[in-house]
């Protein structure tokens, strides 16, 4: 790989922190699956370790295990899909999972030795979980079968795309429904909703525990969220965002007017040009749809507008306005450079999709480096 993620360990910690002021500090989970939002896994642990999480969550058991494998003692919740056969892996490995399905309930009752465990209601979003008026029923499963309940659980659909957080009190509502029924067992469960913007912007969803995700790496969910934080709370919060991703110039070449840029030949040079050819493209994360959009990176912290598709392995921008322009010059794909930033939600707008999948989509074998002070 020809580019470098570079993770700013303080931010991530400032990020954490911020929530931990919101929410209070052994009641926030960093979630750090898919390769924590394609920070690298690893490094986020290493800059977030000195904090101490209680809790921290994953997809994956195998990400869990990765953890426990850096020496992560704490509470750690497996939040994706549990499928039997890897029950087993999760005991062991004293990892919490979150079940909503009765195929799944019944597999994990039928292992000896079984850690707590979370129940998932289904409230709205359509994906994992009971339905809430099941939830006597499995009470009495579990009860039958002595097992310990750590907590019930539900997963928001609409926060972060709207203002109006109807549906997402509806939502609650079920919830609390189906925690009445553990409540009424006399099983002292922790009931937990909340992710990002829901901690940010619902209070009343904050309840036991928040898991929060796309926060930590100092994103905010989205442009409505931003602003009903700041209605709601009169505030501006600063989170940080914690990545840059950095490649260099492998070439300069002089692009003729009239000249075709790139496949397709969707781009067409209207003057006598500089190019540079960059040594990244979709294969290592970046959008392949970026191209041509007003995108651009940042040169000595100028925009250079990208010109033509974006290649599998290459991209090339429009360098005619960067004095001195030479092979190796460092280029930002992502972050800051002197006045100008590129984020991470402006490179997913060209390539019309989220920074939730920008991110978590950067190609795990880019190597991801803390700043020299850290780890
Ligand atoms: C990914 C995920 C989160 C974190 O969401 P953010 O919007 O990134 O904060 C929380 N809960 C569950 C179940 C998730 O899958």
Avoid at 30 to 35: E, F, R
Wanted: glycine letters at 8%.
């Amino acid at each position: 790989m020809l580019s470098t993620i570079h993770i700013d360990g303080a931010a991530l910690r400032h990020n954490y922190l911020a929530f931990c002021a919101i929410a209070g500090k052994d009641r926030v989970a960093p979630v750090l699956k898919s390769n924590a939002y394609g920070h690298g896994l690893a490094t986020v642990y290493t800059a977030l370790k000195s904090e101490d999480p209680a809790w921290l969550c994953v997809n994956y058991v195998r990400e869990a295990a990765e953890l426990r494998g850096l020496g992560f003692a704490g509470r750690l919740l497996v939040v994706g899909p549990a499928v039997p056969r890897e029950l087993g892996a999760c005991a062991q490995l004293n990892a919490e999972p979150v079940i909503g399905n009765d195929d799944v309930l019944k597999a994990w009752l039928a292992l000896k030795d079984r850690p707590i465990m979370h129940v998932k209601f289904d409230t709205g979003m359509g994906r994992q979980g009971f339905k809430a008026d099941e939830a006597a029923a499995v009470v009495h499963k579990l009860a039958s079968h002595k097992q310990q309940v750590a907590g019930v659980c539900t997963h928001f659909a609409n926060v972060e795309d709207v203002t109006d957080q109807d549906y997402a009190k509806e939502q609650l509502r079920q919830l609390e429904v189906a925690a009445a029924a553990f409540k009424a067992a006399k099983m002292n469960v922790m009931v937990h909703a909340a992710s990002s913007a829901s901690t940010l912007i619902m209070p009343e969803s904050r309840l036991q525990l928040e898991r929060m995700g796309i926060s930590l790496y100092g994103v905010w969910p989205s442009q409505a969220t931003r602003i009903s934080y700041l209605q709601l709370t009169g505030r501006v919060l600063e989170l940080k965002p914690a990545l840059s991703w950095r490649t260099e110039v492998t070439s300069v070449k002089a692009v003729a007017s009239g000249q075709f840029i790139g496949y397709g030949c969707t781009y067409r040079a209207n003057h006598d040009m500089t190019v540079a050819v960059l040594p990244v493209g979709y294969f290592e994360g970046y959008p392949r749809l970026a191209g041509n959009h007003g995108s651009y990176v940042l040169i000595k912290g100028q925009r250079c507008p990208i010109v033509g598709r974006i290649c599998m392995n290459m991209m090339m921008v429009d360098v005619t306005h960067i004095k001195g322009i030479k092979m190796g010059d460092p280029v930002t794909l992502i972050g800051q450079d002197g006045k100008e930033t590129a984020h991470a939600h402006d490179v997913a707008a060209w390539a019309q999709t989220i920074h939730y999948e920008l991110l978590s989509r950067l190609h795990p074998d880019i190597p991801r480096q803390l700043a020299p002070s850290e780890g």
